[in-house]
């Protein structure tokens, strides 16, 4: 399983620039974050429109430093622009290299622009104020083991 992952409203807060070691990444949704990979042993790619990170190796390190204990992918970084569906695309690009179904992924962002409708099957779109949380966690797993549709908003 893949868990296509953006920072903003996912780990942090709307609003707080995400800052290496400064204690931006709420500890609750890295928590909930950790257990969700762990159960659904996941890799981890990391979805961003920010060129502030340069090497990915750097944004693996800034992730350890706050608390991640999971697996990265070893392509682990999908680079979009702000062009609309350029989120998207860049999850199918990356889909298509890799031979990833649909059914092998989820999304984790807080907004859902840059996604076409199949995206948005596959999204558990998180509150910008609670972050990601052990009850999304729980939802997401009910969803994969009965295999039905995340859907926009709260649900896979």
Known sequence: MIVFLDLDGVLVHEG???Q???G???EDAMKAFNQLV???DAEVVFISNRRRFGDPEN???ILRQEGFEG???DDFCIRTSLVPLSRGKGIDDWCEKHSIKPEDYIILDDKTRGLAPHHIERLMQTSTRRLLT???VEE???ALAQQTKLGHGNSL
Request: aromatic share 8%.
């Open 24 to 26: 931006n990444v709420s």
């Open 140 to 142: 997401i797993c009910n």
């Open 20 to 22: 290496p070691a400064r």
């Open 38 to 40: 762990k159960e659904i």
């Open 59 to 61: 944004l693996k390190t």
């Open 16 to 18: 707080r620039a995400f």
């Open 134 to 136: 052990l009850e999304n």
């Open 71 to 73: 697996k990265f992918h």
